[in-house]
């Protein structure tokens, strides 16, 4: 039941990124399911994330994780699902709030990107990946 609960909060998020990515299936885009996820990587999702500011290599939208590949996705995945964890907490305001955590650190004169709390947690002190999992692996 708290699962199902945790993903109905995130779920609007989610939605999105699942029907973006059902739309590239035609289009070379694969999905799976891993680690109470689902994955999406190849195709109009790659195209997507080559497009991103920070060259991502994977993003979590919700339960939903997009890769460039699949090595992109088993680079990353511990990261993302940080990020899982933090959308099951903030559900359909941590989109929000990781643009007001951008800007407010960006008016500070910090990185935009690896200065984001919600990326520092990701990245934590112990994530083998580093700083590595916004490019291609
Ligand atoms: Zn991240």
């Avoid at 609007?12 to 699942?18: G, M």
């Avoid at 996820?37 to 339960?63: I, K, Q």
């Avoid at 990326?119 to 934590?124: C, L, N, S």
Wanted: aromatic letters at 14%.
């Amino acid at each position: 039941m708290r699962k199902f609960l945790l993903i109905l909060w995130a779920s609007p998020t989610s939605v999105v990124a699942l029907l973006i990515g059902l739309i590239g299936l035609p289009f070379g885009t694969h999905v799976h399911r891993k680690a109470g996820t689902l994955e999406f990587h190849g195709g109009l999702v790659e195209w997507l994330l080559s497009r991103t500011p920070v060259d991502a290599a994977a993003m979590t939208l919700g339960h939903v994780i997009w890769g460039r590949s699949q090595a992109a996705l088993d680079f990353c995945r511990e990261h993302e699902l940080v990020h899982v964890r933090q959308y099951e907490r903030w559900g359909p305001l941590f989109l929000p709030m990781y643009l007001i955590f951008s800007v407010t650190m960006w008016f500070r004169g910090k990185h935009p990107y690896y200065d984001n709390p919600f990326e520092r947690e990701a990245f934590g002190e112990n994530n083998p990946n580093d700083h590595a999992c916004h490019k291609e692996p």
